[in-house]
């Protein structure tokens, strides 16, 4: 049972390039999420989608899109790649909506450096 | 903005010894998560109390929760080297956006 899929693991980036994170996940949930952790700062939820169809924006959306392509796959965006990107990211999946207990299912993160 | 405050940041201690962890929040909650994560991984769901509990139990893990004092504990009895990791609480606010907001984590050592 795989559960959470991020790809790629690495990347390297320079200032301006563009690039999609891959995130799918094989348990039928409905909700997923993207978060950042930097040294420091703990985890901060980018954006998240409650249902296939719908997005909303986390703590801090901003240099960042999202696609939810499906009930399966949540995609994270980054149009132009700045230094203060750099970071991990990670992608997580629940059964259920925030508040009402479902835990989070994570994947092992891509390490993005933005040069 | 964090709505969890793990205390302490880092905790290093024996094999054998219990390993106790605070996290202070905000607002009224929902329910609070412990999540441990591993060095290069991703997270993992430990345990979750709701906010009409008080304490809970899994394993070796014991959360407790007190709503007066917007604070939870999670308690790791006879630790283990395998249980090095950093430990995180997330809580969820009543009424607002209902969104999962994670603490800073505590990282645990635990010597042979």
């Known amino acids: 049972n795989a559960g959470v899929t991020q790809t790629p693991k690495f990347q390297v980036l320079k200032t301006g390039q563009s690039m999609t994170l891959q995130c799918a996940q094989d348990?039928?949930?409905?909700?997923m999420y993207w978060y950042r952790q930097d040294p420091g700062m703990g985890l901060r939820l980018i954006y998240y989608s409650a249902s296939e169809g719908t997005t909303d924006k986390g703590e801090v959306p901003n240099g960042y899109n999202v696609s939810r392509l499906n009930k399966r796959e949540f995609s994270l965006r980054l149009e132009s790649a700045a230094p203060s990107q750099t970071s991990v990211y990670f992608c997580a999946s629940s059964g259920g909506r925030f508040g009402f207990g479902s835990p989070l299912h994570f994947g092992n993160g891509t390490r993005l450096t933005v040069t | 903005s964090q709505q969890g405050e793990e205390d302490p940041q880092a905790l290093s201690i024996q094999e054998g010894e219990n390993a106790t962890m605070n996290c202070s929040y905000k607002t009224s909650i929902n329910n609070l998560q412990w999540y441990r994560q591993n060095s290069g991984r991703g997270l993992v769901h430990l345990i979750l109390?709701?906010?009409?509990?008080r304490e809970k139990h899994s394993g070796r893990l014991r959360v407790t929760l007190d709503t007066s004092k917007k604070s939870s504990s999670l308690l790791i009895t006879a630790s283990r080297a395998a249980d090095t990791a950093s430990y995180f609480c997330a809580t969820d606010a009543q009424g607002g956006s209902e969104k999962l907001v994670f603490g800073k984590g505590t990282k645990l050592t635990v010597n042979p």
């Open positions: 348990m039928n949930h409905n909700s």
């Open positions: 109390i709701r906010s009409n509990e």
